[in-house]
């Protein structure tokens, strides 16, 4: 059984449950933890030193996210994502996202934009530093806060539950390439071009970012689950 890497985000500062959370979502975001194979509690408990109950409740919270599954009387089961699944997930975000971004260019007053600029900010600078975890959260809060603009609650509910089912491979390896932080300023870009009022082009922004993400998490995907054997974490 390898180090565990994001056992480092355990800390007295912040309530354990959310702890063990964070720590088993960068475990998937970094290719420790691997679709289909069975984690229990006790085993996942060792190696975060912490009892088994909050990585019981943790585990709930991602199986809630769709990214565990319970398996009974065994423990929790990552979660298979197929090339389809990734492909179904990006093209409702897009028939979404798209025309939402479009309409909020023309309807947003530039106050309303500029209060996203030290969001996609935190964004850029979380990858230049590589905290996944900072990156993926103020990267939601980006995207869902400039979605709310349109001012439809069920849309950026519905954009907020496909990201989380459409799972971040191999972050880690764009975070230490360098490729990451390129992928992060694309969020100023957009901002730039919604500020100015060109609806159109900031459309065919988002459509290219989501095709950008899209093909760098896929090759991340097929790499990640190629060097599986040598960075799984022990299963049951």
Known sequence: MGELKSRKLISVQEHLRDQVANALRAA??????QPGVIYSAPTLAAEYGVSATPVREAMLDLAREGLVEAVRNKGFRVTELSERDLDEYTEIRALIEIPTIGRVTRTASREQLEALRPVAQEIVDAARRGDLIGYLESDRRFHLDL????GNARLVETVADLR??????????????????GSAQEHTALLDIMIEGDAEAAEEHMRDHLAHVRTLWAARKREAERAAPSRRLGAR
């Open 28 to 33: 998937l975001i970094a290719g420790e933890l």
């Open 147 to 150: 979605l709310a603009l349109a």
């Open 164 to 181: 989380k089912r459409s799972r971040l491979y191999g972050l880690t390896d764009l975070s230490q390439e360098g490729s990451l932080v």
